[in-house]
C-alpha cells in the first residue's frame, strides 16, 4: 500500500477518536466532535455518552456548553492493553503533545469558557 493511501479500516475506534478530541480540546462541541472523527453529531452524542456512563470521562456544564474531563488513571477496558491507564493511551496516540484535560471537576478547575456567557 502506497504512502498516500490509507487503508480503509483504522486501528482505533471511534471511541478512542472522541476521547483524544475531548483530551485535546476539554470544551469541544459535539458537532466539531463528529467533524473531526467523521461521524454524525449524534453518533458523538452516543459515544460521550457511553464514556461517561462508564466513567472515563466526566461532564460538567457551564452555561451553554459543556466542559469534559477525562480520567486518565483509569485501566483500557480491552483485554490486551488492559494493565495500561487511558492516560498511556491518549499519551502514545496524540501526535500533537497536547496535555491531557484531567476532570476539572476534580480537579478544582472549572472556569468559564471563552464566549460562553
Known sequence: ???DR?????????????????ARDPGIR?????DTVGITER?????VGELAAAGYIS??????RNRYGIQP?????????????L?????????RGAPMAADPAAA?????PAGST
Not at 461532564?59 to 451553554?64: A, E, F, L, M, V
Not at 488513571?73 to 491507564?85: E, H, K, N, S, V
Open 1 to 3: 500500500m502506497s504512502a
Open 6 to 22: 490509507s487503508p480503509p479500516w483504522s486501528f482505533l475506534t471511534n471511541h478512542a477518536h472522541v476521547l483524544l478530541c475531548i
Open 30 to 34: 459535539l458537532r466539531d466532535i463528529g
Open 43 to 47: 453518533a458523538a452524542h452516543r459515544i
Open 59 to 64: 461532564r460538567q456544564r457551564i452555561g451553554r
Open 73 to 85: 488513571d483509569l485501566p483500557i477496558p480491552d483485554r490486551l492493553p488492559r494493565a495500561q491507564r
Open 87 to 95: 492516560g498511556d493511551l491518549l499519551a502514545l496516540i496524540d501526535d
Open 108 to 112: 478544582g478547575q472549572l472556569s468559564e
